[in-house]
Nanobody, 125 residues
Framework: QVQLVESGGGLVQAGDSLRLSCAASGRTFSMYSMGWFRQAPGKEREVVAAINWSGSTTFYADSVKGRFTISRDNAKNLVYLQMNSLKPEDTAVYYC??????????????????WGQGTQVTVSS
């Protein structure tokens, strides 16, 4: 079992940066692939970025490629999402998720086994 707690959300202006953090409990964090998802009001939850167990492989949604960076620190049980050049359309609740099988990345919500409660990111124009 893994418990995930996100932090770092907030209200920013377009063009600003934020770094989200996700703290994971448990001693087997390095065995999981991790993902960041987001959900805007009235929209489905969508993948933002994903990373494998070692950090050697990453995935980014086209909408954030070149602006967002996912990383992890297995020694600290942390995964990060650095978000630069934020846009109003990035406004959403951002969720951290963990997936068994740390080798393969997951891009669909149903592939993930554990979820955090989410953190709100609001980008004003």
């Amino acid at each position: 079992q893994v418990q995930l707690v996100e932090s770092g959300g907030g209200l920013v202006q377009a063009g600003d940066s934020l770094r989200l953090s996700c703290a994971a409990s448990g001693r087997t964090f390095s065995m999981y692939s991790m993902g960041w998802f987001r959900q805007a009001p009235g929209k489905e939850r969508e993948v933002v970025a994903a990373i494998n167990w070692s950090g050697s492989t990453t995935f980014y949604a086209d909408s954030v490629k070149g602006r967002f960076t996912i990383s992890r620190d297995n020694a600290k049980n942390l995964v990060y999402l650095q978000m630069n050049s934020l846009k109003p359309e990035d406004t959403a609740v951002y969720y951290c998720a963990a997936k068994h099988n740390g080798v393969r990345l997951g891009v669909r919500p149903e592939e993930y086994d554990y979820w955090g409660q989410g953190t709100q990111v609001t980008v004003s124009s």
